[in-house]
Every structure is written in C-alpha cells, then in structure tokens.
C-alpha cells in the first residue's frame, strides 16, 4: 500500500526527482567498529549512500595497542575467544553502547575490521551480546582487512548472529581498493535484498549560476532543520574557495550539530561549526557535521560546477529543482544501462521509484 502510494506520488509529480521520505520504513543500522579508522572511512561513504543509524562500538579499555610485540594483544583476546567462544568472560569488554533495543531496525549493516583471518575481537563481543536481537533480520558484512580473505569473519559473524536472514555476500574491502570503496559500496548495495521500502533520501537542490545539481541528505538534526528551513523557501549563500578542498561561508543561521571527526571527500556538503555550509571538491579532515553529498560529479566536475578556486560565489540551496535546466556538467549523452531519475539527472544508486533507463520509463 505504502509502495503503491509512493509510487503514485512520483507518478503524478514528473518534474520532483524523488517521492517524499517513507517514516520508520525499513530502518537500517550500522554498527561498526575501527581500531585505526578504515572501518570508519567505510561506513562514512556508506552513509553518503544510504539513510541508517550509525553506532561505533568502542573497547572498554583505550590503551590498548592491538598490533605491539607482533600483535600480541590481538592475538590473545582472539585465542581466548576461540578456546572459550560460548563464554561471555572469553570476550574483551566493550563500552556501553547507545542503542539497545534493535527491535526498530529492519535491516542491520555490520561492518568491522579482520584480525588474524577473525573478526575483530572487540566487534566478536558486540555481537556475542547483541546478536541474538539480530534474529529474522536482514543482516548484512563489509570486512576490511589489510590483504587476507574474510571467510573466517563471515563464520564468526554467523556463529554470533545464527538467525540472521544474511543480505547477500559480505563485502570485502582491502588495502588496495580501500580508496575505492564508494565504487565497491554503490556496487554492492543493490545486490543486498533489503526489507522493503528502505527509506527514501531526502534532495536538496544546490544551483550555482545556471547550473542545478541534486544532493542527497543524510537523516540527523541538522539536515531535519535545513529542510523544514528550506520548505519555506531557498536560502541564498554566498562562499568563497578556501584551501584547496572547498568552497564554504555561513548559511545565516545556525543548526544543530553532532560534530565528529570526517573526512570530507569531493561532492561532500557539510555543517561546520554549527552555521557554516562547506562543499568539497577536494579533501579534508576535520570534526564536522555531515548534511550530504552531491549526487554523481567527478571531481573535476565537482570544481567546474563549485567554481572552485573563485570567491562570492552565490549558491542558492532549495528543495526544489525549479524550472532551470538541471546539470549541464555532465555529458547529455546518457549512458546504456544508466538510471535516470525523471529530470534527466543520473542516479548511481538507485531506491525504489521510477527513473529513465535506455530512453524508457522503469519503475523500480
Ligand atoms: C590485531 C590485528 C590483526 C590483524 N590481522 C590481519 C590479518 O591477519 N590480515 C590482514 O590482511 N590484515 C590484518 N590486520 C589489518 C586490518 O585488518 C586492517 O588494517 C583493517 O583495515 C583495519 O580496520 P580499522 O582501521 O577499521 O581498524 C590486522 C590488524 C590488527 C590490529
């Protein structure tokens, strides 16, 4: 009914690129754990991609240093779990984590780092408490890992989650494709079979001169209060290049932040300090608020849209497309087998609704 009602709503609105968000459908956590933030990395890109939760599980204690005297630490918190794994004291503890209830979520995303050909002891205690709540629910693994196969993460992460409905195969991602791993993501998240109705993400339109370009916005208290901002009209802002990596100047008001450490990647649109707007074309690592990230430009496509190296450049954030003519950094040719949504604007990662694909209308 829900889909039948979206799919109307979009039908019957030819000129919106996407139907409204879907309230409380399908909600996906990601639960994560990173020792030196290559996990982290990852589900940074995977939430520019998809709408989730997002919940770090950290050690109880800090001070360790896994990898000291050939890892020997590593090492023992893995071989007691494995001399003892049905025994919760086998298992290193963890810090309380924020979310305990996963009965809300239909679709979880684990996503840790492999030690020794195992899953990382501190993400094998998570699990081990939290994972019988996983039981009937879509359950899916990225493994990063420096360069071994992850076929013994994926048999610890069934031994802890054995009633899991496992999404697909798990996605391993490695040092020498760590830097492509928005590519890896975009690819391997249509192969998941989601619980239906994963929620629709929410557009902001950014236009710069004549040129409009879609962005897709994460789901927190920031981009909540610049949407219900935005619904009474566009705001008009004017930023300046700065460093190489940007282009940012304040919005004129502020919202709420939920600052972390990130590192912005090229298309990435940003709350700095509570009232400031950042676009990436470049790169930079900072504690940050994420809002979005632009849909499908190269990087340097992203600096020929963004004006990137110029200053006062006026940039009009609105949620609607507008009459002007959307995009016209990309090539016009479109691609064979590509989706378009009904504006012409390529999507890479399509969710349900209705795109152009090989000139024809398909409803997804
Ligand atoms: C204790 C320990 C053991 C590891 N063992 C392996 C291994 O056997 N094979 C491998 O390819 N990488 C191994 N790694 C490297 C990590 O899997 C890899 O760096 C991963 O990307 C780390 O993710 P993180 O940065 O999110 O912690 C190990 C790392 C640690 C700390």
Known sequence: MLMAAMLLTACSKDSEVMAEPVENAGKTLVVYYSYTNNCHEIVTSLTSQIQADVMRIEPADKTQKYEANGYAIGTALLNAIKANPNDAASYPAIDPVSITDLSQYQNIIIVT????SQMAAIMQTYLFNYGAQMAGKHVALIVSSHSSG??????DAKRLVPDAVWMGD???????????????????????NFAEKQATMEKMFITIGSVTQSATLVNNAATQTLVERLKNGA???????????????SLGFSLPT??????????????YSGSNICIFYGSNSWSYTRLGKIDGLS??????????????ITVTLSLSSGTTAINSVRSAATENGAYYSLNGQRVYNPSKGIYIKNGKKVIL
């Open 150 to 155: 992850i076929s013994g993460v994926v048999s």
């Open 170 to 192: 798990a996605l391993w991602i490695n040092a020498s494709n760590h830097g492509n791993r928005a590519s890896l993501i975009e690819n391997w998240l249509p192969t998941l």
């Open 258 to 271: 939920n600052n972390e450490q990130i590192n912005a990647q090229p298309g990435d649109v940003i709350l």
């Open 235 to 249: 705001v008009t802002v004017t930023l300046n290049s700065s460093g190489g990596f940007e282009i940012w100047g």
């Open 299 to 312: 990087e340097s496509e992203l600096r020929t849209f963004l004006k990137a190296g110029e200053s006062n």
């Open 113 to 116: 780092p492999l030690w020794w």
